[in-house]
């Protein structure tokens, strides 16, 4: 299982460039990202976020290092939202949570999902974030945030997760939320 990681891995990196392939044709990528931020910040709709769970993957963590872990995220954010005229999610979010080590670890970034619809009021989505994040191990110095994100929608409810990769005992961990929009 280990040597599909790095397929995955670069299947996730490649994902905001095929995201932005069909608009790098008619511009390039920076004026679209910068295009599409504008305008989901002038956006009248909001979003709330609660983290319900962050799962260590147990194939790079001890059983030792696992029960010292949080695995319970508290925590909230906001977000502004909107769909565009393709019917893809964009959001730029603020977000805090309790962290592996029970930390508060301050998220925030724009978060991008190409949408698609199985059903009338169900919808799938897959996409990618960017953004910083501070956290205590790291003394609180900005980090930079680069995932994958994917959901499974009704209504106005989202499950949404994100897998942050890493190495042996570090990363390696999905990270999911709530996600309700405010209308």
Request: aromatic share 16%; charged share 15%; glycine share 8%.
């Amino acid at each position: 299982m280990k040597r599909l990681y790095p397929a995955i891995t670069l299947t996730a990196l490649l994902l905001p460039s095929a995201a932005l392939a069909d608009e790098a044709k008619t511009g390039n990528a920076w004026s679209y990202l910068k295009d599409a931020i504008s305008q989901t910040w002038a956006a009248d709709d909001y979003e709330l976020f609660v983290p319900v769970n962050t799962w260590h993957n147990r194939n790079y963590y001890s059983s030792e290092k696992i029960d010292q872990y949080n695995e319970q995220p508290w925590g909230l954010g906001i977000g502004k939202y909107q769909f565009d005229s393709d019917g893809d999610w964009h959001s730029i979010y603020v977000m805090a949570f309790s962290d592996s080590h029970q930390n508060l670890q301050p998220v925030a970034g724009y978060g991008f999902q190409k949408i698609w619809h199985p059903g009338d009021e169900f919808r799938v989505g897959a996409g990618y974030t960017l953004g910083l994040t501070l956290r205590e191990d790291f003394n609180y110095v900005p980090l930079p945030v680069i995932a994958p994100i994917a959901s499974v929608e009704y209504k106005q409810l989202a499950l949404q997760s994100t897998y942050i990769f890493g190495g042996e005992g570090n990363g390696n961990i999905l990270f999911t939320w709530l996600r309700w929009q405010l209308k």
